[in-house]
């Protein structure tokens, strides 16, 4: 976390700018809030204050973030559990993930912006770009270990792990990587966190269907509009990318609707308003 960070949100605190004030929500907004609370009961057993969340208990990017959502007077009893959650909890719980599922206690909020809501402007028209596919990214999980061996060999791949156990480092900066049509998008701990970023450029995410999701709403993504599905166990990868690359006008159209996808979650004013009344629903369910 970056001194500048602190210095934002500080300025923003002065100017009471946060916590963020509610807005007039559009259609798309409204069914985003039905969706972020789908609750499986409504009963809280074990609870905090809000305001009891603190730079000693929690990571300072999830610190920043929450109270740009709620009150440092707010005590409401509440339950929250920070980091990369990859399962469902048995009360209603504040998170920043969570498994897809059509029912869940986990009430996703915009945490951990810094790294979660990423977006760039890509100067690189799609039609310039290389014919080919590219993942840089740390190979701890068994999932990502089998995605690097399945992609070995495939000559229309430059994929590498950017991981300490590596023992070539190939790092490789985001403005290169978006040199590449299609760039991998990869879980790991929970999500993945490239994602945002890629459906906001002028490239194309390549990806098995996702199984966690976060403020992005991964679960509403949709295989051959926003992104191109490849197996859970990366078995089609160099027949998917040869099979898309006939299809100009297909990948057109994904590149496009990635990235109208991705605008969605561009204003972060309107993401932390939206996040408010997340909380104000979650206290009127709750009991």
Same mark, same amino acid.
């Given at each position: 976390? &970056?001194?500048?960070? %602190? ?13 963020? &004030?509610?807005? &007039?929500? =559009? ?20 609870? =905090? ?7 000693r208990n929690s990571p300072s990017s999830y610190y920043l973030d929450w109270y740009r959502l709620i009150s440092h007077m707010d005590d409401r009893l509440c339950a929250y559990r920070f980091g990369d ?13 969570? /498994? ?9 909020? /915009? ?7 990423? %977006?760039?402007?890509?100067?690189? /028209? ?10 840089? #990214? !740390?190979? +701890?999980?068994?999932?990502? &270990?089998?995605?690097?061996? !399945?992609?070995? #060999?495939?000559?229309? =791949?430059?994929? !590498? ?30 999500? !993945? ?11 194309? /995410? ?5 199984? +966690? ?54 204003? %972060? ?5 939206? #996040? ?12």
């Amino acid at each position: 976390m &970056k001194i500048q960070n %602190f210095i934002e949100y500080a300025y923003g605190r002065l100017t009471r700018k946060y916590p963020a &004030k509610k807005i &007039k929500l =559009c259609s798309s907004e409204k069914s985003r809030l039905d969706y972020y609370i789908k609750l499986q009961n409504n009963l809280l057993k074990k609870t =905090c204050a809000a305001n009891s969340v603190t730079l000693r208990n929690s990571p300072s990017s999830y610190y920043l973030d929450w109270y740009r959502l709620i009150s440092h007077m707010d005590d409401r009893l509440c339950a929250y559990r920070f980091g990369d959650i990859t399962h469902h909890f048995n009360q209603p719980t504040f998170t920043k993930s969570r /498994p897809i599922s059509s029912l869940s206690n986990n009430v996703l909020l /915009p945490l951990n912006t810094i790294r979660h809501l990423n %977006f760039i402007n890509d100067p690189v /028209p799609f039609l310039k770009k290389k014919e080919m596919a590219v993942w840089r #990214g !740390a190979a +701890y999980r068994e999932s990502r &270990k089998k995605f690097l061996s !399945a992609s070995q #060999g495939i000559q229309t =791949c430059d994929v !590498a792990d950017t991981s300490k156990n590596s023992l070539d480092k190939h790092y490789m900066p985001i403005r290169k990587q978006l040199k590449y049509k299609y760039i991998f998008a990869i879980e790991g701990n929970d999500v !993945a966190t490239n994602l945002k970023w890629i459906m906001s450029s002028n490239s194309i /995410p390549v990806m098995p269907k996702p199984r +966690y999701e976060t403020w992005f709403c991964e679960g509403r993504l949709i295989a051959g509009q926003h992104y191109i599905e490849i197996a859970n166990d990366f078995s089609d990868i160099e027949k998917v990318i040869e099979t898309y690359s006939s299809q100009p006008r297909l990948l057109s159209e994904i590149n496009d609707e990635s990235k109208q996808y991705a605008n969605m979650f561009s204003s %972060f004013e309107r993401q932390f308003s939206l #996040g408010r009344m997340v909380i104000d629903i979650y206290f009127d369910l709750i009991k």
